[in-house]
């Protein structure tokens, strides 16, 4: 989805006070929108008060919170953005996974996110040390993905690099910030859920199925 220049907006806001059409606009600021985007951000692109901002902003909030209407407006990451609600998680999983093959993460890419998660900022030998095995490409595929990102580096010998979650992780995970991080065990559910393992070959199976 292409990037939206909120500078233009600024020129479409609402004459005479019509709170009306400036809540149109917000909200189709923030479906259109990619990335959570803040009060602030908001606010200053619309030439509008960030107190009036923030108080529609809440109205849609709630709005949104109503039975009858599918997605949510909520704060993430530090902005606001758009989202089905957790309660149609599973019908919508079900239903988008008829469509497209589903987003693939490896049980070793979990356990490593979570040790970055619970960690950070944290270093790859750390790292293994915690998991027990050699973690570089599965580094590289987080990396690639923007769940996590460089922060430094540890002021040992070797200054080996530390790496943190990202805002993209709070986002993929539905998190206002990290202090929303789940335990460890939701953490494993929720990444369970997208880990597609293959199965063991037969004879494994067999062995498995007789204890």
Known sequence: ????????????????????????????????????????QIAAALGHPIDKIKRILDELVAEYARPEHGLTVREVAG????????????????????LTPPLKLSLAALETLAVIAYKQPVTAPEIM????????????????????????????????????????????????????LPTLKEFEELGRMEVVEPDPPPETKAASEHG
């Not at 220049?5 to 990619?34: F, H, M, N």
């Open 1 to 40: 989805m292409e990037e939206l220049d909120l500078s233009q907006l600024g020129e479409e806001r609402p004459s005479g006070g019509d709170e009306a059409q400036l809540k149109a606009i917000l909200e189709a600021i923030i479906y259109v929108t990619d990335e959570p985007l803040s009060a602030q």
């Open 129 to 180: 040390e915690i998991r027990g095995v050699q973690g570089a490409s599965v580094l590289k595929t987080l990396l690639e993905r923007k769940l996590i990102a460089e922060s430094g580096r540890k002021n040992v010998v070797g200054k080996p690099i530390l790496y943190k979650t990202t805002k993209e992780f709070l986002v993929q995970f539905g998190l206002k910030d990290l202090s929303e």
């Open 79 to 98: 902005g606001y953005k758009m989202a089905t609600k957790a309660e149609h998680h599973e019908a919508v999983r079900a239903f988008v996974k008829k």
